[in-house]
């Protein structure tokens, strides 16, 4: 069975340009989660996806940054401009129907200069 | 709100010492605590997990309990390798929530 994939593994854009982040959850999981580490701290929630639907966007820092899921299958994040301070790595995760594991992919590197 | 604390690193031990990564936690209710690693240029994989107070989660020779009296999930190993060197992160999830909180991680280093 595939995990959690995540496109692209690592990202270098200038400040101001546009990046968009995908996550292929594994098969079957409605629950979709989008976390950040920014330098070395700690990995903090962006948001939560079940099916299409955004349960929770509460992390979501500012409105430079969109998410999407459409068709409750694969989901983007979109940072548009990028600023400096967005740069870390973005991890996606997925779970089942009920709060069980949720399954982390390999994250992206995002570093904005 | 909820949050996770550990113990800042780095740690650097040598191969077959004792291992403690301290965690403490302040949450309301009765939230599922885990332990989370992430490997040299891998992504986050679930180490351990206890959901309810005394569990003790255990997994390739790694253990932690659940303290709810003390409010900690502190991770031990008897004797570490090197191939456990990673990154550690302690993290909790509410009773009614789908969100982790994480701590702020904890590198280890064992050197041979």
């Known amino acids: 069975e595939a995990g959690v994939t995540q496109f692209p593994s690592h990202s270098v854009i200038e400040k101001g340009q546009t990046v968009t982040l995908r996550c292929d959850p594994i098969?079957?999981?409605?629950?979709l989660y989008w976390y950040r580490r920014v330098m070395g701290k700690e990995i903090k929630f962006l948001l939560h996806f079940v099916k299409e639907s955004k349960q929770d966007e509460s992390g979501m820092p500012n409105n430079r940054f969109l998410a999407e899921r459409t068709g409750g299958t694969y989901s983007t994040l979109k940072v548009q401009p990028a600023e400096l301070e967005d740069s870390g790595v973005y991890f996606c995760a997925s779970s089942q129907d009920r709060p069980t594991e949720a399954f982390f992919g390999q994250g992206t590197r995002l570093t904005v200069v | 709100g909820d949050s996770v604390t550990q113990m800042e690193g780095p740690v650097t031990l040598s191969e077959e010492a004792f291992l403690t990564i301290n965690c403490t936690y302040t949450?309301?209710?009765?939230?599922?605590l885990f332990w989370y690693v992430q490997y040299p240029g891998e992504g986050l994989q679930l180490l351990l997990k206890?959901?309810?107070?005394?569990d003790k989660g255990s997994n390739k020779g790694f253990e932690a309990t659940y303290r709810k009296e003390t409010t900690s999930f502190h991770l031990e190993k008897g004797s570490v390798q090197v191939s456990d060197s990673a990154v550690y992160f302690c993290a909790l999830r509410g009773d009614s929530s789908y969100k982790l909180i994480f701590g702020s991680g904890t590198r280890l280093l064992v050197r041979p």
């Open positions: 098969s079957g999981h409605d629950n």
């Open positions: 206890a959901t309810k107070a005394d």
């Open positions: 949450a309301t209710g009765y939230p599922s």
